[in-house]
């Protein structure tokens, strides 16, 4: 079918671009370009500290990246992280009882739960909802399509962790990477409310790329922001570094492997 195509494209990219990992020829970036990259981090952070209502940090989702990269996390330590959020709770016990997983009896006990379904599928759990939340911004709804954005970022999620899977690279941080890759667009709506509204219906009119016209507009656009945001939560780096090349693989200097899978 049509995803299937898509994902065999996307897949040989990721290929394409390992040829380029691999070549020896590269050059680390010059004094410049470095000074050009912290002054645009200074000018992102002070746009982000001017923002009122800022998309929540999804702290649980950053301690489970942790856990991820380690070797071996043990599932006590899981239970644990779920433990401090009754409705992750509830989500996974759900899960674990429905017709695809559950057994002949009712589990109520989360270790028991999460050893049926496993790290993987808990850990999908985990980030799904937390993304969810942090798209999920109440102050932004009469501005974007939250309901559509949440749809578009849970495709982007699936279609990235399935070609990480063929390709070899992470995926969790591929998942997560896709889930969140659009979350600069919640901080420009936040930030600016009906004003992004106008401009991404003048995109829709009258074509083009959302991301120029952001740039127009503010001078960076929602991947330069939403990376930025995703790094001062402590995001790991290869995900932040998807994000942000998200819509521009040439310009990714390290990384290109996960980010082409997003």
């Known amino acids: 079918g049509l995803f299937d195509k898509l994902l065999g494209n996307r897949v040989s990219l990721v290929h394409t671009q390992n040829v380029k990992d691999n070549d020896s020829t590269r050059t680390p970036a010059p004094p410049n370009q470095v000074n050009n990259i912290v002054a645009g981090k200074d ?33 006590d330590e899981v239970v644990k992280l779920l433990s401090r959020d009754p409705s992750l709770t509830t989500e996974v016990l759900k899960l674990c009882n429905s017709s695809c997983f559950g057994g002949e009896r009712v589990v109520a006990d989360m270790f028991e739960a999460t050893a049926r379904l496993g790290f993987s599928e808990v850990s999908r759990v985990i980030m799904m909802t937390s993304a969810t939340r942090t798209i999920s911004l109440e102050n932004v709804e009469s501005v974007l399509e939250v309901e559509a954005l949440c749809r578009h970022s849970t495709a982007t999620a699936v279609a990235a962790r399935a070609i990480a899977t063929t390709v070899g690279e992470a995926e969790d941080f591929a998942f997560v990477a896709g889930l969140l890759h659009d ?15 106008n401009l991404t219906r003048e995109v829709t009119i009258q074509g083009g790329s959302l991301s120029e016209m952001e740039k127009k507009y503010f001078g960076f656009d929602h991947s330069e922001v939403g990376s930025r945001l995703l790094e001062r939560w402590g995001i790991p780096l290869e995900v932040v570094l998807a994000v942000r090349h998200h819509h521009n693989l040439a310009e990714a200097s390290v990384g290109e492997r996960l980010t082409a899978t997003v």
């Open 43 to 75: 000018k992102l952070d002070a746009y982000i500290d001017r923002i009122k209502y800022l998309p929540p940090t999804p702290s649980l989702m950053i301690k489970l990246l942790v856990l991820l990269r380690e070797s071996s996390p043990e599932i």
């Open 183 to 197: 979350i600069g667009k919640i901080a420009l709506a936040s930030a600016n409310g009906v004003g992004y509204k």
